[in-house]
């Protein structure tokens, strides 16, 4: 195999540099780290060997991993525990469980921890967590069967990007007129695996209520107005409330200034009223009149990247309606992709986007294209890492534009 060695070279002095300062506990280093020892990887197998990881270990290494999940296997790891005592243990048979755990130690999921023990890894920790498990629940179930399908919709459709919601890849896939959200609701336990992931997947990002991200006293607390039911915020989609409770826990001055709404469909809207009873839920479908007139904000979470540009202006126009001109605002949760050096993350969900919704994860051009079509202006838009969600802040003119 032939190695580029000057660009080895370099990547073996970076990971040794990032190395380092991780070592003296710069955190910040490690993500760097990751993102060079990647490269170095990618630099170092050979084609082969990636192709053979790509074809054979990840689909089998997903599907032991669920399989794990599903019979209980990880928390069962909290001290080092053999073949036997496992398949016991989760009601397996002695060869399954030996399989499986030979491919989870083989895939570094699992680590052998004697000559015949097994036990946990931080991954395996984590997948305890069913806010991490669900991230792989809700994939099987609804985003990895379309994007399996994906390259025939694209073919059959002569390779052009996928524009109508009601006819893209999610119902090619699942042969359906439903919507995926319509569609999910009918599947048993769908709908609570994704909230759990959203609340998983929101969980170590850096948060828009954090000091140094958004001003968020300021720009919303500063002239608020103090009328009898003043509502501060509505989550609009805001799934099981995670971020108004963190809201709550972060601002609790602010929050305690106007009322916290939570608008979601009839299914998620119960689910959220059970896990957090404290909540003002409203069940709301989001395409209809805004029932919350002149908040002081309108919020949405991950909410717009599931439309196309056509039913978003849907969305905002409602929103508009409702706002209080020159005083209420729409804070857009959300990825602001760069033009350049997009983490893989964001193009991953772009494509799952793409796959499930026909929708996009969108550049700043693109936001604010949307954003000024329907008559509303971008007040500004807050960024603390590239690779996560920004905030955009949204107002309403005195005098509507359009
Ligand atoms: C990607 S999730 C984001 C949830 C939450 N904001 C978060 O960040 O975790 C999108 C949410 O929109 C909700 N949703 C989908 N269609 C809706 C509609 N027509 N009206 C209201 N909510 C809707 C879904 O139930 C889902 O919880």
């Known amino acids: 195999m032939v190695v580029n060695k000057p660009r080895l070279q370099v990547l073996l002095n ?49 599907a032991a991993l669920e399989i794990a999940i599903a019979i209980g296997l990880f928390p069962q790891l909290t001290s080092p525990r053999t073949a036997s005592q496992l398949s016991m243990t989760c009601k397996t048979s002695s060869r399954l469980m030996e399989r499986l755990l ?39 179930g609804l985003p990895a069967p379309v994007l399996a399908r994906l390259p025939a919709y694209l073919a059959e459709s002569r390779y052009r990007e996928p524009q109508d919601p009601s006819k893209g890849p999610f119902q090619f896939a699942f042969n359906t007129d439903m919507t995926p959200w319509q569609w999910a609701a009918t599947q048993k336990g769908l709908p609570q695996a994704f909230s759990q992931h959203m609340s998983g997947y929101h969980a170590e990002r ?16 500063d002239g608020m107005k103090s009328r009898d039911n003043e509502v501060l915020i509505v ?43 404290w909540l003002e839920v409203i069940e ?20 717009l990247h599931d439309w196309s540009d056509e039913n978003c202006k849907r969305i905002l126009r409602q929103l508009k309606a409702a706002m209080e ?12 992709v760069p033009e350049t050096g997009a983490s893989w993350k964001m193009t ?36 603390k890492d590239p690779s996560c969600e920004s905030l955009i802040e949204v107002t309403r003119d005195e005098v509507a534009r359009l």
């Not at 986007?353 to 969108?362: I, V």
């Open 14 to 62: 970076d990971v040794s540099a990032y190395g380092r300062a991780f070592l003296e506990d710069d955190e910040s280093a490690r993500s760097a780290l990751v993102t060079q020892a990647r490269a170095l990887l990618a630099e170092l197998e050979n084609p082969n060997e990636t192709i053979t990881w790509l074809a054979w270990a990840e689909p089998t290494r997903r």
């Open 102 to 140: 030979r491919h989870l130690v083989a895939t570094s999921v699992i680590v052998k921890s004697g000559p015949s023990s097994f036990a946990a890894t931080p991954l395996s920790r984590a997948l305890c967590d069913p806010t991490c498990s669900a991230a792989l629940t809700w994939s099987s």
């Open 206 to 221: 850096p948060s828009w209520m954090d000091e140094g991200f958004y001003p968020v006293r300021t720009r919303l607390g």
């Open 235 to 277: 989550d609009v989609g805001g799934g099981l409330g995670h971020d108004l409770e963190e809201l709550k826990t972060k601002c609790p001055g602010l929050a305690a200034k106007g009322r916290l709404v939570l608008q979601e469909l009839r299914q998620t809207a119960r689910s959220a009223k059970m896990s957090r009873p």
């Open 284 to 303: 709301h479908d989001f395409f209809k009149p805004q029932p919350i007139k002149n908040a002081r904000t309108y919020y949405m979470h991950s909410v």
């Open 325 to 336: 001109p020159s005083y209420s605002k729409i804070l857009i949760n959300e990825n602001v």
């Open 348 to 383: 991953s969900l772009d494509w799952i986007m793409m796959a499930t919704g026909a929708s996009a994860e969108r550049t700043e051009t693109q936001w604010r294209e949307l954003i000024t079509s329907v008559g509303l202006r971008v007040e500004g838009i807050w960024t």
